[in-house]
């Protein structure tokens, strides 16, 4: 299983808000920056969050990343169709010595 | 615009061999990390590896420490991963992305294809 930790699944309705958890320890999470990627399907990620909650440019303001100890989360405000998505997390793991990636959450918007 | 577009990716035996190429545009190649990352059918994101701007600092995941090797020619803008002892495990989509060590991947290419079968 991942160093990270994300629910596999997520979902929500059009204009509701949904957020995503990413769930780690004091080797990760709680000591470094937490990125945030989206997958839409048959494509490859893109950066959607970076150190903990900034947006790269061209990313809705609807998209919003925190943190918090060794927890991160990712909301969404009035969502759209279009972000059904897997959505995943990243940071630095200091005891591994290396990056590492959350399992992922598949978000369906119903 | 700031590009990375990956090859080499194909149907190889176990066992065998497989090197991928990241021919970058766009931005000045030499001021950055650069990594590949792959994704199994199905699957989740995987680090596979990663390297400094100027080679000195590399990074493997452990189930590919010995069999892959990357490298970069920053005089052609591009990124390569030589691929030896092919596993079944292996298959995945080989992506390439800008930045990679405690920093975040901002620019990733549309994938590669690496099958490993008999």
């Known amino acids: 299983q991942s160093v990270l930790t994300q629910p596999p699944s997520a979902s929500g309705t059009p204009g509701q808000r949904v957020t995503i958890s990413c769930s780690g320890s004091?080797?990760?999470?709680?000591?470094?920056?937490v990125h945030w990627f989206q997958q839409l399907p048959g494509t490859a990620p893109k950066l959607l969050i970076y150190r903990n909650n900034q947006r790269p440019s061209g990313v809705p303001d609807r998209f919003s990343g925190s943190k918090s100890g060794t927890s991160a989360s990712l909301a969404i405000s009035g969502l759209r169709s279009e972000d059904e998505a897997d959505y995943y997390c990243a940071a630095w793991d200091d005891s591994l010595n290396g990056p590492v990636f959350g399992g992922g959450t598949k978000l369906t918007v119903l | 615009q700031v590009q990375l577009v990956e090859s080499g990716g194909a149907l190889v035996k176990p066992g065998g061999s497989l090197r991928l190429s990241c021919a970058a545009s766009?931005?000045?190649?030499?001021?950055?990390?650069m990594s590949w990352i792959r994704q199994a059918p199905g699957k989740g994101l995987e680090w596979v590896s990663y390297i400094s701007s100027r080679g000195s600092t590399i990074y493997y995941t452990d189930s590919v420490k010995g069999r892959f090797t990357i490298s970069r020619d920053n005089a052609k803008n591009s990124l390569y991963l030589q691929m030896n002892s092919l596993r079944v495990e292996d298959t995945a989509v080989y992506y390439c992305?800008?930045?990679?060590?405690?920093?975040?991947?901002?620019?990733w290419g549309q994938g590669t294809m690496v099958t490993v079968s008999s």
């Open positions: 004091n080797s990760n999470i709680g000591t470094n920056y």
């Open positions: 766009g931005f000045i190649f030499s001021d950055y990390y």
């Open positions: 992305a800008r930045g990679g060590g405690v920093d975040y991947n901002d620019i």
